[in-house]
T-cell receptor, first 113, second 114 residues
């Protein structure tokens, strides 16, 4: 099956540090991966997309990497702030079509002052 | 530009009842997808609608059905509600073929089945 696995344990870090979240996928390498942020009681908000031929993509304090050998994507937030506290979801399209996304369970990030 | 709007925000139903959830897609988006998110889990794909037709379906029974209207808004209907249907139901809109640019999600409808 085509799974997305994220570290289910919450990540607690100190303000100002870099948060690193992991997303591992199984079976075939997807054409791209997407990262979303979700706050409690709200819908996911799209942050970044990285394609399989891209090693790294940046957006402001966010950086995403895509390692097709390790079958892994890393999501970094530099100079983290308490406002970055949320659940971060990784998602991939399935093989053979792009009509849907397969989401991981998400990793909850808590940034402490 | 308006985002995705879902209604109602919260709903409590009794097992065996039927429910209809509504979604208005973002302006310019012609594709609507519905997801179910249980507590502590990622969203699970239910189905997608494009041009008023179902355009892909996840592993959900037929009692989950939907509609898309000419203005691209959509409904999710669930019949014979079960306790396990309690979840956050999310609507996401996109332009067909542009889903790789990211989906725009609504805030969801929290359904509780008792």
């Amino acid at each position: 099956s085509q799974k997305i696995e994220q570290n289910s344990e919450a990540l607690n870090i100190q303000e100002g540090k870099t948060a690193t979240l992991t997303c591992n996928y199984t079976n075939y390498s997807p054409a791209y991966l997407q990262w979303y942020r979700q706050d409690p009681g709200r819908g996911p908000v799209f942050l970044l997309l990285i394609r399989e031929n891209e090693k790294e993509k940046r957006k402001e304090r966010l950086k995403v990497t895509f390692d097709t050998t390790l079958k892994q994507s890393l999501f970094h937030i530099t100079a983290s702030q308490p406002a970055d506290s949320a659940t971060y979801l990784c998602a991939r399209p399935p093989s053979g079509g792009y009509n849907k996304l397969i989401f991981g369970a998400g990793t909850r990030l808590a940034v402490h002052p | 530009e308006t985002g995705v709007t879902q209604s109602p925000t919260h709903l409590i139903k009794t097992r065996g009842q039927q429910v209809t959830l509504r979604c208005s897609s973002q302006s310019g988006h012609n594709t609507v997808s519905w997801y179910q998110q249980a507590l502590g889990q990622g969203p699970q794909f239910i189905f997608q609608y494009y041009r008023e037709e179902e355009n892909g379906r996840g592993n959900f029974p037929p009692r989950f059905s939907g509609l898309q209207f000419p203005n691209y808004s959509s409904e999710l209907n669930v019949n014979a509600l079960e306790l396990d249907d309690s979840a956050l139901y999310l609507c996401a809109s996109s332009s067909q073929g542009q889903g790789e640019n990211g989906y725009t999600f609504g805030s969801g409808t929290r359904l509780t089945v008792v």
